[in-house]
Every structure is written in structure tokens, then in C-alpha cells.
């Protein structure tokens, strides 16, 4: 569980720290807008009140309160999953991604009423109008991460391999 912990905690660290100097620093929640690499790369000020695309969103603090505590669920479900079952080192990291950005967005909640989004990506001809964080990307990762991961199998030990073999008909005597 210590994987899940460092990755998580480094996820929300660097989450937190880019938000801190894009919000604070930068002033993008004053500015709105910074080109960094245009069209690919923007720094575009969104508060995200929902959840992913702005769904479910809403300025009364019940929705707020809400959503953090299924942030909280979720996190708490994913930590306990990974600690009872035998998660490989994939699935540990797809964890600690999950959960890292998943407090990362609960602490924004708390802090500002909303989740800080302001990574945006476009393409020649065609402009984006959703932001994401770095958050979003972590939790995203995790969450695919997770589903994709397969679920490790029991090692077989010297006693089972016999009788896997005795069943099978291989390893009989003559």
C-alpha cells in the first residue's frame, strides 16, 4: 500500500501545486487566458462546479457536499479494493492515480467551491471549449488503469502443481 500512498500523494501534490501557481500566480482566474503553445497547448480558466464536462453541475452547496462525499466514497471503496486483493504493481499505480486526483478535486471543492480547470488542448481549425487538470488526467489514467488491469491469478505452489498435473492426467505413472 505504500505504492498506492507515494503515488497518490505525489499526484496530489503536483496537482495542487500547479493549481496554487496557475490560480494564484499566473491570476488565470482574473487573465482567463494564456497561450502557451497555441492551438495545442492553452491555459484557459474554468471552475468545473460538476463533474467531467461541467454534468451534473450546480452552484448550491448540496451538490458541492455531494460530490465530494462520492469523491470520498469512491476513494475509500478504491484504497480498501487494492488492499484486500493481491493488486500487482499496475493496479497499485492506477490506484494511487485514481485516488491522488480524485483528493486533489475534493480539496479544490473545499477550497474554491469548484474544481480549478485550466489545461486546454485544440487543434488547427478547431477550438476546444473544455478545460481539465492535472487531477482529471490522474484520475482518468487510474480509473482505465484499473478496468484494464487483470486481476493477478494465485501462484501456484509445488503442492498444487502436482495435483493440477494429476487432474489433468499428466504426471500419472503407467
Known sequence: MRMVAWVAGLV?????????????????????????????????????????????????DVTKWILIAVAVVIVAWVWIWIWRSDAGRFARVAAGLLIGGALGNVIDRLLYGAVA?????SLP?????????????????????LVLVPQKREAATPARKGRDKTRDGAGKSG
Open 12 to 60: 496530489f501534490l503536483l496537482d495542487q501545486a500547479l493549481k496554487y501557481w496557475v490560480v494564484h500566480v499566473l491570476q488565470l482566474d482574473r487573465v482567463r487566458e494564456i497561450d502557451v503553445l497555441p492551438p495545442w497547448l492553452n491555459l484557459r480558466m474554468a471552475w468545473n462546479q460538476g463533474v467531467n464536462f461541467g454534468l451534473m453541475a450546480s452552484d448550491t
Open 117 to 121: 480547470d485550466f489545461l486546454n488542448m
Open 125 to 145: 481549425g478547431w477550438q476546444n471549449p473544455y478545460s481539465f487538470n492535472v487531477a482529471d488526467i490522474a484520475i482518468f489514467a487510474g480509473a482505465i488503469g
